[in-house]
């Protein structure tokens, strides 16, 4: 199961993964950095039925501050030693698009030692500016180790894109506009 916390003025963005309690339950701690009002998305696989996606509201309350998120004028992202490049072979309302992050260290070294989470080389959610449009994407290969990591997907309307990709312990957030 992935659970994804994100701000209606996209600002916040997580990606969690609740623990299994059993008989059916999960669990998952997390806390809210701001008010405001949040949407969250269940997105899970029952056991000998079709992936399923869960949307929730929530306001959390307290003097609301939003922020204008604009698109990033590059698709890089820096996370501790590491980079992470994002790259579209076509970037094109409802074809297919080729998606790849690139991982190297802050010398640009490639990383080639990716480990698997929860079962693959990464996890990549894409939300639409109103939240309306929601995509979970695995890789073409799981077991990929890097440095790059593809995707395939079909992004189903244009507008302001917000992009979170999980590979291994990272997150990044890449806005952008289709």
């Known amino acids: 199961m992935h659970i994804l916390v994100i ?23 997390s806390s ?8 969250i998305f269940a997105d899970f696989l029952p056991e ?4 399923q996606l ?3 509201d929530l306001i959390v309350e307290g003097e609301e501050h939003y ?11 820096h996370v501790d030693d590491l980079i992470f ?11 297919h698009v080729l998606m790849t992050f690139t991982v190297t260290d ?5 990383i080639t030692n ?25 890789p073409k290969d799981e077991a990929a180790k890097g440095p790059d990591v593809e995707y395939m997907t079909t992004f189903p309307i244009s507008g302001n894109i917000k992009f979170g990709d999980n590979l291994n312990i990272l997150e990044s957030f890449i806005r952008f506009h289709l």
């Open 48 to 51: 000998g039925s079709a992936q």
């Open 85 to 95: 490049e994002l790259k579209f072979d076509d970037l094109a309302v409802k074809q």
């Open 114 to 138: 990716l480990e698997p989470y929860l079962g693959s080389a990464g996890h990549v959610v894409i939300v639409s500016e109103k939240m309306d449009e929601f995509l979970h994407v695995h």
């Open 67 to 77: 922020e204008t998120v604009n698109s990033d004028k590059e698709l890089i992202k």
């Open 54 to 56: 869960a949307k929730y």
């Open 32 to 39: 809210f950095p701001k008010a405001g009002t949040y949407k």
């Open 7 to 29: 701000s209606h003025d996209l600002s916040i963005f997580q990606h969690l993964h609740p623990n299994y309690d059993g008989e059916g339950k999960f669990s998952v701690k």
């Open 106 to 110: 802050s010398k640009r070294n490639k």
